[in-house]
């Protein structure tokens, strides 16, 4: 059975960080772009970061750049994104997700969600101020 399972969401005070994890089971992520999405209360989801597998490509929403970080490592069949100078609108539930068409997100649509096809269930991420 396919699943994706993050880890790491929690109660952090503002500027404080997390690192959200993302595993694969029942299949590899290799060659697959994998994103992080967000929701927040009350408002649509939105993409956050992704990276690619053939090129290294990453993506990043603007309002994360400069304090977001995603890597991942192949070997262990996982996906991480360092949060740091987390701020109270970083509060939301966090999913990360895996496009199996694609295995770059250097293209402008490469983060559009109906793309993805396999989620997770996601992780709270709670900032207080």
């Known amino acids: 059975q396919v699943q994706l399972v993050e880890s790491g969401g929690g109660l952090v005070q503002s500027g404080g960080s997390l690192r959200l994890t993302c595993a694969a089971a029942?299949?590899?992520?290799?060659?697959?772009?994998i994103g992080w999405f967000r929701q927040a209360p009350g408002k649509e989801r939105e993409a956050v970061s992704g990276?690619?597998?053939?090129?290294?490509?990453?993506y990043y929403a603007d309002s994360v750049k400069g304090r977001f970080t995603i890597s991942r490592d192949n070997a262990k069949n996982t996906v991480y994104l360092q949060m740091n100078s987390l701020q109270p609108e970083d509060t939301a539930v966090y999913y990360c997700?895996?496009?199996?068409?694609?295995?770059?997100?250097?293209?402008?649509?490469?983060?559009?969600?109906?793309?993805?096809?396999?989620w997770g269930r996601g992780t709270q991420v709670t900032v207080s101020s």
């Open positions: 029942g299949f590899t992520l290799d060659y697959y772009a």
């Open positions: 997700a895996a496009n199996t068409m694609r295995s770059s997100v250097a293209a402008a649509q490469a983060m559009t969600q109906h793309e993805y096809n396999y």
């Open positions: 990276i690619g597998y053939s090129d290294h490509s990453t």
